[in-house]
């Protein structure tokens, strides 16, 4: 079956720095990838969509300037934090979509810790 | 807007209890409708899809669902649970023409042995 991988699993940084994330599939081309994030105990949010080669579509809400989202190849997304703070603190998990008319497949997620 | 409700937060059975997990969304056109389950330390899988169709899906793992358009609902059923049920449940919608997926709050499983 379809696979993503979402890298790192589990990150640990002081306030003021900049994080990032990366998710790939792994066996197939995914015309868009999707970053929610997920608060304890709560739903996924969607926090932007992210289309090869253009720019990613920010859910409202969500500050452009501090979640830089490229997304370089068809098999590449990346979502950087930027001078994280702890109340980014969080579980970030990204899709992989291969169109309208397919589920997406998920990767493991990632949890970010600010101290 | 789009909206998806999960009426169930938190839902205890014994194994080899029934269970029905309901979602109900909100939208007016088209839609396509999942259920995702998330087991402790791991991934959003999917555990059934609805594109169009026969109304009544079977997904992995002895589980279905039925989609009732008139009621706006899609619910997850199994007729006898097992303790590796034991899961976060997912309720997802999207229009047909889009990829993106809003989800429910999610229903948190426990199956006692």
């Known amino acids: 079956g379809a696979v993503v991988s979402q890298h790192p699993s589990w990150v640990i940084c002081k306030s003021g720095t900049s994080v990032k994330i990366e998710c790939r599939s792994l066996d197939f081309q995914a015309t868009t990838m999707f970053w929610y994030r997920q608060f304890p105990k709560q739903s996924l949010m969607l926090m932007a969509t992210?289309?090869?080669?253009?720019?990613?579509?920010?859910e409202q809400g969500v500050e452009k300037d501090k979640f830089l989202i490229n997304h370089a190849s068809l098999t590449l997304s990346t979502l950087t934090v930027t001078s994280a703070h702890p109340e980014d603190s969080s579980f970030y998990i990204c899709?992989?979509?291969?169109?309208?008319?397919?589920?997406?497949?998920f990767g493991d997620g990632t949890r970010l810790s600010i101290l | 807007a789009q909206s998806v409700s999960q009426h169930n937060h938190h839902v205890i059975l014994s194994e080899a209890a029934s269970l029905e997990l309901g979602c109900n969304y909100s939208y007016g056109g088209t839609v396509n409708l999942f259920w995702y389950v998330q087991y402790p330390g791991q991934h959003l899988q999917l555990l059934l899809k609805y594109f169009s169709g026969d109304p009544l899906v079977k997904g992995i793992k002895g589980f279905e669902a039925e989609f009732i358009k008139s009621k706006f609902s899609f619910n997850l059923r199994k007729p006898s649970v097992q303790w590796s049920d034991t899961a976060e449940y997912f309720c997802a919608v999207k229009s047909h023409n889009t990829d993106k997926l809003i989800f429910g709050t999610g229903t948190r499983l426990q199956v006692f042995p």
């Open positions: 899709s992989a979509g291969q169109g309208a008319d397919q589920p997406q497949h």
């Open positions: 992210s289309n090869e080669g253009s720019k990613a579509t920010y």
